[in-house]
């Protein structure tokens, strides 16, 4: 396809190369149709990682733009809320359909957009369809209780929609995570605006239009693109019943001030900085697998890396130089190509910010064992990319920075132990509580130190892996509420008790 024609109509194949995409449709979504926004104010330019081009440029929603998706919203949560569980079960699962049958299509935006290589895009895409699919088979069995009373008499709940409930993304999975919050919120009967992020607004619209495609009232799912100032028109709209919001902790504090003025529940997945913890027992193969899964995908741009990787010092030296060693042969380029592993991270600025706690950490006294510089491909359309070769960071203390703060790249702090109760006790001195891994054979030990850890994410013999079918979320500084499972449910609903009484009311005046 010629790039104009890359806005990825349902009927058409994407034929894409890195470097050809430009995107020049409107990139809000509101009442079933691309628009562009009614109050829209300065245009942010919209980057694609692998080369350092502007693919497309969006106008930052307005309180006017902010107001009539959230209107339109309403309108449509009106008559969504009233169709049974079945009814919204058959158009999620067309939903899921249609993602599952344009699956390379929609990864291949998201590696244009996001950096990522297409081979884990493809992955993100497929943990999406599954999501609609998985609600998509709880929303005909969503009910409250029946509860029998004294006298004949009776109570009931009822599980109710909360109404027009917003979704604030993240730009490390676009598609997934709008997916992830919809998927839910839909199943249980509401509505949604979607804020994404700025760095990466174009998956998102075409889950917008597949909704519509699959069934939903025109409105039901709109999407609203900007920055801070677009994100508090959003929080403050006196319509909106629920925020769940995918980012920083900074970011995540001044949602939940907003929310508290409208008494409005939220959802927050924030940051983290996860331990690994590497016993001298475990199959060491599947160990050096786990750490690059814990550190590497999606060049390390994920909340829930285990980024301290703490190893019994019996097998440091060999953990290490495997882990270098695998490290040095990750594959770095252009990240639409099937070889690919590792792709650019997501623009400059944040490139900078990473070498900058490499930087830093080499003032502390960590050793950079391997990586860690900037990477210039040899395919001169790369040559203005965001990458950087994947580093790991030997002679590492608890006390730098690099170890007590979230990087948010392709970094790995490794760590000596010599006891379990020490790695217990190091692995919980950090703010965050997001996520945490166990490498044992001995799977009572596996299981003693993921209870003891401060944590709502935890892996053993494994890591990064999330089926749709299990609640995540964080504790402490990582944000509380929880996304998929059927704990999403209670986050995206509430219950009405009834009580009926079959006699006569006993008055006691």
Known sequence: ?????????????????????????????????????????????VYEPATGRVISKLLCSGEKEVNLAVQSAKAAFKIWSQMSGMERSRVLLEAARIIREQREEIATLETINNGKSIFEARVDIDISWQCLEYYAGLAGSL???????????????????????????????????????SAPALACGNAMVFKPSPFTPISVVRLAEIFTEAGVPKGLFNVVQGGVATGQFLCHHPDVAKISFTGSVPTGIKIMEMAAKGIKPVTL?????????????????????????????TQGEVCCNGTRVFVERKILDVFTKEVVKRTQKIKIGDPLLEDTRMGALINRPHLDRVQGFIKQAKEQGAEVLCGGDLYVPDDPKLKNGYYMRPCVLGNCTDDMTCVKEEIFGPVMSILPFDT?????????????????????????????????????MCFINNYNISPVELPFGGYKASGFGRENGRAAIEYYSQLKTVCVEMGDVESVF
């Not at 034929?15 to 449709?25: L, P």
């Open 1 to 45: 396809l010629l790039p104009r024609l890359c806005a990825l109509r349902p009927s058409l194949a994407m034929s894409s190369a890195t470097g050809t995409v430009t995107i020049h449709q409107p990139l809000n979504y509101r009442a079933g149709a691309r628009v562009q926004p009614a109050d829209g104010g300065q245009a942010e330019e």
């Open 420 to 456: 379990e109760e020490e790695v217990v006790e190091r692995a919980n001195t950090t703010k965050f509580g997001l996520a945490g891994g166990v490498f044992t054979r001995d799977i009572q030990k596996a299981h003693r130190v993921v209870a003891a850890l401060k944590a709502g």
């Open 143 to 181: 009910a409250g209780e029946h509860i029998q009373l004294p006298g004949g008499s009776f109570g009931y709940t009822r599980r109710e929609p909360l109404g027009v409930c917003v979704g604030i993304g993240a730009w490390n999975y676009p598609f997934q995570i709008a997916c992830w919050k």
């Open 269 to 297: 997945e924030l940051g983290g900085k996860s331990p690994l913890i590497i016993f001298s027992d475990c199959a060491l193969e599947n160990a050096v697998n786990g750490a690059l899964m814990a550190n590497f995908l």
